[in-house]
């Protein structure tokens, strides 16, 4: 597939899970935003989990397809068009040469992904495809998108011409709706008083404009220190709140700095990252506390959800009628093979390049 940037939306990127194992050496990981989102997008193409894809940022790009191609928009909703024509998200399109991609503004949420059979192909830097804009690096030249950009899938899978039509049903889909974070206390929890705990757990804090892909920033409650916000730098993970001198916290996020010397109250779990992520500017979160164990449970929870979309999408691409998307559809059809004693259920289709 090779798609032509014909608007580019706030702020668009091209992002897979990140660059993980250079932190000690100062670099960031980057990476989606809402990873839950991506990976079931290339989960429902048959890519995988971890291909690139473009994360759009509260108003979605457009884009002009000039090879044909298969893809699928996740995460928030933007109001996807095809062909200036409503189209649903979490569901599988094909898109012929000339089609155009296209969003009407943003409806849901506050990132969306675009996700094409076979990933977006970018050159990879230190293993990944992530953009580092404060870096200038990865994804497509280092950037955001322009306009007359262009970008190309790698090999798609063989029958993603099968999974055309295939969508995934609410009950699958990630919960994204506004409710309290999970925060899992530490490191440095004992740094605040029993006072300034009860502050951070039980106020409620808005989303100042200062927020981006690095950190999330609130206004709310001053959280009160035992003696100072000062600590030696050590290293800080993904969803880490720091409580800065001036008492008000900040989440770190996709972008985050590698160290950090401010005392940090908690870790926002998986699923709280994701409610995050699709947060905007000026809507307000509470924070709860959760345990270890529960952000084990939540990992857990979504590798079986994504089990679960790829039985889905197994028994979707089998199944017996296909009407034919592209001329690339030349032939397809079931049969019973038997092999040993064991009969089995295949699916053949013949492409042709």
């Not at 597939?1 to 050496?25: A, C, E, H, I």
């Amino acid at each position: 597939m090779k798609l032509r940037v014909d608007n580019p939306g706030l702020f668009s990127t091209v992002q897979d899970l990140g660059r993980w194992g250079y932190q000690l050496s100062g670099v960031p990981v980057a990476g989606a935003m809402d990873g839950p989102a991506l990976r079931l997008g290339n989960v429902l193409l048959g890519n995988p989990q971890g291909a690139a894809g473009i994360e759009m940022t509260l108003l979605g790009a457009a884009f002009t397809v000039e090879e044909e191609g298969y893809f699928v928009v996740t995460g928030g909703e933007m109001g996807l068009c095809l062909d200036g024509k409503p189209a649903p998200s979490w569901q599988v399109h094909y898109a012929p040469i000339g089609a155009r991609i296209s969003f009407s503004g943003g409806l849901d949420g506050s990132r969306a992904y675009l996700c094409i059979a076979g990933g977006v192909d970018v050159p990879l830097v230190m293993g990944s495809a992530s953009t580092y804009t404060r870096g200038n690096f990865g994804g497509y030249e280092g950037r955001s998108l322009k306009r007359g950009d262009v970008l190309v899938s790698g090999t798609a899978d063989l029958l993603s011409a099968r999974s055309v039509g295939l969508c995934l049903p609410a009950e699958l889909r990630p919960d994204i709706s506004n409710r309290p974070l999970p925060v899992i206390p530490g490191p440095q929890e004992d740094a605040f008083t029993e006072a300034g705990q009860r502050t951070f757990f039980e106020s409620e804090y808005s989303i100042t404009q200062e927020s981006d892909r690095m950190g999330c920033r609130f206004e709310g409650p001053v959280i009160e220190h035992v003696q100072g916000a000062d600590i030696i730098s050590d290293g800080i993970t993904l969803g880490a709140i720091q409580i800065p001198g001036h008492g008000k916290p900040i989440a770190l996020l996709a972008d985050r700095q590698t160290t950090g010397g401010y005392t940090k109250i908690g870790v926002l779990s998986p699923v709280g990252l994701e409610i995050l992520a699709q947060r905007r500017v000026g809507e307000s979160v509470r924070f709860r506390r959760a345990t270890r164990q529960e952000g084990v449970e939540e990992i857990r929870a979504f590798n079986r959800l994504c089990e679960e979309a790829e039985k889905l999408r197994a028994v979707w691409r089998s199944r017996a009628a296909q009407p034919a998307v592209s001329s690339r559809s030349a032939f397809s059809g079931k049969f019973l093979l038997t092999l040993e004693g064991q009969v089995y259920d295949v699916s053949v289709q013949s492409l042709e390049d």
